[in-house]
């Protein structure tokens, strides 16, 4: 049988001559080691019973992603085996700014066949990720794992990576454009010719731009708008309806079983990879510490259930019980019943089907883990040299989504850095929905949450939930033109993004 993968692997092989983009700098070790080859690839994957075809990032022996070594250079070869454009951004990394993979502003896009080269120094060990930051391609799981180990990895421990992504069979420039004419829907004044766009509506959940209101009659245009699961003065929730939520590219019809010693240990490494949706990760009856968050080590902090917004990490260490059981590590979308996960099984015990709804839905996310997350390594104590405030603001009509009321384009201004100085990001949310933030080339560290200071975790996302007032301190230790933006995918790419640059 010629598989799909082999007309793939066969097209990517026959890439003889590929556009090298000499992008790598000097990286500090052995120049002539083989980079890692990553290859940007068209799969099909099983969702629901049906077949679809999506992304992937991987090695030629079929591994997803990276794992390596701190001390190690980040040396890998991006190969784009796909029929457009692309870049892969190395979330969490601090690499030099031309290899920070993103189109337009770090360098340009690899071309279809063509491929790019890069090279540096990893400064620090972790749980991080790999995303294209080309278009909407991450909502087709143009995503992987990005693994660093280092001193503290213990040898008596299994890794268990976890990734977790929502899927749409609706293709994602579909799902933006439904989610940009939902204010003349919740207006009401059916838009002619409206009628093949009315049932793809069913694709996306209106939020508070798409309220019911008065005007609104007809009762099937009612039917179009998803219950608030958070109620009228909760938060908006969830943009868009996906058909599936994946851990390891699976649903829970058929989850990835991850067989583990009885009485062992385990470290999870959680990675929320979804373009829009954030998760409570939960342990069941294991009791869980959680150890580091985007990679970066906090003080240890026991629990059964975890925030992760979007492109957030979690590193939760487990000890499991002597003896046979089955222990289901299960994400559940917020606000919503919705879930998905693994289950880890020791001893050869039964699994059963777990249920892909929660019975109950969960509350949104919330702030109260960030507060009492406090970074094992702070920065070190000092007074900012210079203070921004972004104001992360919307237009609910039309899907606009801005900081400072600026839709990001090119000719935005960055905002000024110095290099050397400590700066100080103060998120304000004026909107009814939550931002998961994310600076480019950086670790920050999270100050202050509505006034009240404290040493924080340091990481790379963090969450800024409606109404609520966050400050992040980073120093300005890493020369370059760097993306700071929402992560929710179709929020990034309405213009909820900015830049800073100190070059
Ligand atoms: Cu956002």
Same mark, same amino acid.
């Given at each position: 049988?010629?598989?799909?993968?082999?007309?793939?692997?066969?097209?990517?092989?026959?890439?003889?001559?590929?556009?090298?983009?000499?992008?790598?700098?000097?990286?500090?070790?052995?120049?002539?080691?083989?980079?890692?080859?990553?290859?940007?690839?068209?799969?099909?994957?099983?969702?629901?019973?049906?077949?679809?075809?999506?992304?992937?990032?991987?090695?030629?022996?079929?591994?997803?992603?990276?794992?390596?070594?701190?001390?190690?250079?980040?040396?890998?070869?991006?190969?784009?085996?796909?029929?457009?454009?692309?870049?892969?951004?190395?979330?969490?990394?601090?690499?030099?700014?031309?290899?920070?993979?993103?189109?337009?502003?770090?360098?340009?896009?690899?071309?279809?066949?063509?491929?790019?080269?890069?090279?540096?120094?990893?400064?620090?060990?972790?749980?991080?990720?790999?995303?294209?930051?080309?278009?909407?391609?991450?909502?087709?799981?143009?995503?992987?794992?990005?693994?660093?180990?280092?001193?503290?990895?213990?040898?008596?421990?299994?890794?268990?990576?976890?990734?977790?992504?929502?899927? =749409? @069979?609706?293709? #994602?420039?579909?799902?933006?454009?439904?989610? !940009?004419? %939902?204010?003349?829907?919740?207006?009401? &004044?059916? /838009?002619?010719?409206?009628?093949?766009?009315?049932?793809?509506?069913?694709?996306?959940?209106?939020?508070?731009?798409?309220?019911?209101?008065?005007?609104?009659?007809?009762?099937?245009?009612?039917?179009?708008?998803?219950?608030?699961?958070?109620?009228?003065?909760?938060?908006?929730?969830?943009?868009?309806?996906?058909?599936?939520?994946?851990?390891?590219?699976?649903?829970?019809?058929?989850?990835?079983?991850?067989?583990?010693?009885?009485?062992?240990?385990?470290?999870?490494?959680?990675?929320?990879?979804?373009?829009?949706?954030?998760?409570?990760?939960?342990?069941?009856?294991?009791?869980?510490?959680?150890?580091?968050?985007?990679?970066?080590?906090?003080?240890?902090?026991?629990?059964? =259930? @975890?925030?992760? #917004?979007?492109?957030?990490?979690?590193?939760? !260490?487990? %000890?499991?019980?002597?003896?046979?059981? &089955?222990? /289901?590590?299960?994400?559940?979308?917020?606000?919503?019943?919705?879930?998905?996960?693994?289950?880890?099984?020791?001893?050869?015990?039964?699994?059963?089907?777990?249920?892909?709804?929660?019975?109950?839905?969960?509350?949104?996310?919330?702030?109260?883990?960030?507060?009492?997350?406090?970074?094992?390594?702070?920065?070190?104590?000092?007074?900012?040299?210079?203070?921004?405030?972004?104001?992360?603001?919307?237009?609910?009509?039309?899907?606009?989504?801005?900081?400072?009321?600026?839709?990001?384009?090119?000719?935005?201004?960055?905002?000024?850095?110095?290099?050397?100085?400590?700066?100080?990001?103060?998120?304000?949310?004026?909107?009814?929905?939550?931002?998961?933030?994310?600076?480019?080339?950086?670790?920050?560290?999270?100050?202050?949450?509505?006034?009240?200071?404290?040493?924080?975790?340091?990481?790379?996302?963090?969450?800024?939930?409606?109404?609520?007032?966050?400050?992040?301190?980073?120093?300005?230790?890493?020369?370059?033109?760097?993306?700071?933006?929402?992560?929710?995918?179709?929020?990034?790419?309405?213009?909820?993004?900015?830049?800073?640059?100190?070059?």
């Amino acid at each position: 049988m010629l598989s799909r993968r082999a007309l793939l692997a066969g097209g990517v092989s026959s890439l003889a001559t590929p556009a090298i983009l000499a992008r790598a700098e000097n990286s500090t070790d052995s120049a002539g080691a083989a980079p890692t080859i990553l290859r940007l690839e068209r799969r099909n994957i099983e969702v629901n019973g049906k077949t679809a075809s999506v992304y992937a990032i991987r090695q030629p022996n079929g591994t997803f992603g990276l794992t390596t070594e701190v001390g190690k250079s980040f040396r890998v070869r991006v190969e784009n085996g796909i029929d457009e454009p692309s870049l892969i951004h190395w979330h969490g990394l601090t690499p030099p700014w031309r290899q920070d993979g993103v189109p337009g502003i770090s360098g340009p896009p690899i071309p279809a066949g063509g491929s790019a080269d890069y090279g540096f120094p990893l400064r620090f060990g972790g749980t991080f990720w790999m995303h294209s930051h080309q278009g909407l391609q991450e909502q087709r799981l143009m995503t992987a794992p990005l693994i660093i180990h280092d001193q503290r990895d213990r040898p008596d421990e299994r890794e268990v990576v976890v990734m977790l992504a929502d899927f =749409s @069979f609706t293709p #994602a420039e579909q799902i933006f454009e439904n989610l !940009r004419k %939902s204010d003349s829907m919740a207006g009401m &004044a059916k /838009p002619a010719g409206a009628t093949a766009s009315m049932s793809k509506m069913s694709d996306t959940k209106m939020g508070s731009m798409a309220k019911p209101t008065g005007s609104m009659t007809s009762t099937s245009s009612m039917k179009m708008m998803a219950p608030m699961s958070a109620g009228e003065s909760g938060p908006d929730l969830n943009d868009v309806k996906y058909d599936a939520f994946l851990a390891n590219f699976r649903t829970l019809a058929d989850p990835e079983i991850v067989k583990v010693e009885p009485g062992g240990r385990v470290v999870l490494r959680i990675i929320n990879s979804s373009s829009m949706s954030a998760f409570h990760v939960g342990l069941g009856e294991l009791d869980g510490v959680l150890i580091a968050v985007d990679g970066f080590e906090v003080e240890p902090i026991r629990g059964r =259930s @975890f925030p992760a #917004a979007v492109a957030q990490r979690l590193d939760i !260490r487990v %000890s499991l019980p002597p003896g046979a059981g &089955a222990y /289901p590590v299960l994400a559940q979308l917020e606000g919503e019943r919705e879930r998905t996960g693994i289950i880890l099984v020791a001893g050869g015990a039964p699994v059963t089907q777990i249920p892909d709804a929660a019975e109950t839905p969960s509350p949104p996310l919330n702030l109260d883990l960030e507060r009492s997350l406090r970074a094992k390594k702070p920065l070190a104590p000092r007074k900012a040299d210079r203070v921004h405030t972004l104001n992360l603001t919307g237009e609910m009509a039309g899907y606009v989504w801005s900081i400072n009321n600026v839709v990001w384009n090119k000719d935005t201004p960055p905002l000024a850095v110095a290099e050397g100085e400590r700066v100080e990001l103060v998120f304000v949310n004026q909107t009814p929905m939550p931002h998961p933030m994310h600076l480019h080339g950086h670790e920050f560290q999270v100050v202050e949450i509505d006034s009240e200071r404290f040493s924080g975790a340091v990481r790379d996302t963090v969450l800024v939930t409606p109404g609520r007032r966050v400050v992040v301190a980073f120093d300005a230790n890493n020369p370059g033109w760097w993306a700071l933006h929402c992560h929710l995918l179709y929020h990034l790419d309405a213009g909820m993004f900015t830049t800073i640059k100190y070059v």
